[in-house]
């Protein structure tokens, strides 16, 4: 007879506590993503149309995690919203915004209205020749004036590669609000503002690429990738995600390949659910893989299709194949609690994708319902009829003009407040699990492994019980 094998979800298990000589704060988790990008807490969001747009992306990023904004939105719109991330923090902006000497006041009006940059270097050629702001204008009345008319060029400047000491220090002396950074011969390579060295200060933990901007990831699909990874590129997205709900196939394996052939990008596939998934998509060049086929809390997939594996198990068998490789997996979906990402990559994943639990945050997208009295935000899957007629059909491998076929729900989470102390919450949660296994670090956990399985009584003894809730947790409610 065919042997049915058991696998295992998050609820199946318990993680086995062992021998820590330090403390959970202690504990370090940054990771690798994917490629040669690290991020400095191991929780993307997911590429959904009411979680990830640009202001999750940013307050994410910040935090040290990475958004992956959702291809509901047309290519230029996508592109657009990695641009806005990828610009909210600098180290030397490398291209500001600049005026020519000979312009006049209502050409920097103009520039200033519609980047809303508030300070200009002025530019004769290439070589800087002052700097003209918003506070020298406010009284302006005759706009036909040359910008040398009424320009600062008494400037205090950077020369060569400035460092973020030097920088601080004219900042702090001069109370200046930005510092041009010039070459030997005076031409301008690039600009400081103390409004991005504020923000560098404000956020340590922020995952950031070389140039010091906000790591971005943006979600193509087989049938779109061409187009939208072009304009992606330009607005420097860090990654891509190939949002697929079948990755093992053929259509996706080949757009791995395709990408990795033409595009300089770094590549998540996704998403599988075994060893035989994670292979073909890692020999097709992808540089992480995601992992869940139907575990996610507004999934319909595994019992409309009556397919899909535990998610637990399916981390494990993709994560055991992707080692062989050095490979990174994510694990996708289904993350309940703060202990269910200490599982996922004690088994084996190096990072972990929600959308569930951020979609009651204020930076998630979906729209705000009041309900009973209550504040709830509205949450729904790609695969569900309103996201589908909103374009995410091919996820699901569904023609345009096919008629919905959902694999998804559509529904609403209650509203939980910005994102910074709840990701706190996730984190300390995150550490805590490291703390009491004895691991130190993010590579130790994944190869920790002692599960132990548990029954029906023994979740039932994890939870709170026998007891009436009286003041709900930050990070623990049971729906
Ligand atoms: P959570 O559990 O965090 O899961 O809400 C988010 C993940 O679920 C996937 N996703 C879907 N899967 N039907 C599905 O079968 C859907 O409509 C759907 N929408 C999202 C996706 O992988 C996401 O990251």
Redesign the pocket.
């Known amino acids: 007879m065919i042997q049915i094998e058991e696998k295992y979800s998050y609820d199946d298990v318990l993680l086995n506590p062992s021998y820590a000589d330090f403390l959970p704060g202690e504990s370090d988790v940054r990771t690798r993503l994917a490629g040669d990008i690290y991020l400095n807490s191991p929780i993307i969001s997911?590429?959904?149309d009411t979680?990830t747009e640009y202001q999750m992306a940013i307050a994410l990023a910040l935090e040290g995690g990475a958004g992956v904004i959702h291809r509901n939105l047309s290519p230029l719109e996508q592109a657009a919203q990695v641009g806005k991330v990828k610009r909210y923090l600098n180290w030397i902006i490398e291209d500001p915004v600049t005026v020519k000497l000979g312009q006049t006041l209502g050409d920097v009006d103009n520039i200033m209205k519609e980047t809303g940059v508030t300070g200009l270097p002025v530019l004769d050629g290439n070589k800087l020749c002052g700097i003209i702001t918003n506070r020298d204008m406010r009284f302006i009345t005759d706009f036909s004036l040359k910008v040398q008319d009424l320009m600062t060029t008494r400037m205090i400047l950077e020369e060569g590669t400035p460092s973020v000491e030097s920088a601080e220090k004219k900042f702090n002396q001069y109370k200046i609000e930005k510092l041009p950074v010039v070459d030997q011969a005076g031409n301008l390579t690039g600009l400081i503002t103390v409004t991005d060295m504020e923000k560098h200060r404000t956020s340590p933990q922020a995952a950031l690429d070389s140039h010091g901007s906000l790591i971005a990831g943006a979600a193509v699909s087989p049938n779109d990738f061409e187009q939208r990874i072009p304009l992606l590129l330009e607005k420097r997205c860090d990654f891509i995600v190939l949002?697929t709900?079948h990755g093992n196939s053929f259509s996706v394996v080949k757009a791995v390949e395709d990408i990795k052939k033409k595009f300089n990008i770094t590549v998540i596939g996704?998403?599988v659910s075994d060893g035989d998934g994670a292979r073909r998509l890692i020999e097709a060049g992808a540089d992480a893989v995601?992992v869940?086929?139907?575990?996610?809390?507004?999934?319909?997939?595994?019992i409309i299709a009556g397919i899909g594996v535990p998610q637990l198990s399916a981390v494990m068998e993709s994560a055991e194949e992707a080692n062989k490789h050095n490979i990174p997996i994510i694990a996708?979906?289904?993350?309940?609690y703060s202990g269910d990402i200490t599982k996922a990559i004690a088994g084996g994943a190096s990072s972990i994708?929600?959308?569930?639990?951020?979609?009651g945050l204020k930076e998630s997208p979906g729209k705000e319902v009041i309900f009973e009295g209550r504040i709830f935000k509205q949450?729904?899957?790609?695969?569900?009829v309103g996201?589908i007629k909103d374009g995410?059909g091919d996820?699901?491998q569904m023609k345009k003009d096919e008629a919905p076929v959902?694999?998804?729900?559509e529904g609403r989470v209650p509203y939980k407040g910005e994102l910074k102390p709840y990701l706190n919450q996730l984190l300390t949660g995150l550490k805590k699990g490291m703390g009491y296994c004895g691991c130190r670090n993010i590579e130790e956990l994944r190869s920790y492994q002692k599960f132990v399985k548990i029954s029906p009584a023994g979740l039932r003894e994890s939870h709170a019980h026998d007891v009436s809730i009286t003041q709900e947790a930050p990070n623990y409610s049971r729906y």
């Open positions: 997911a590429a959904m979680v949002d709900a996704g998403n995601k869940g086929v139907g575990p996610g809390s507004i999934c319909t997939t595994r996708d979906g289904g993350i309940k994708m929600v959308g569930n639990l951020f979609a949450y729904r899957g790609m695969g569900s996201a995410s996820r699901y959902p694999e998804g729900i």
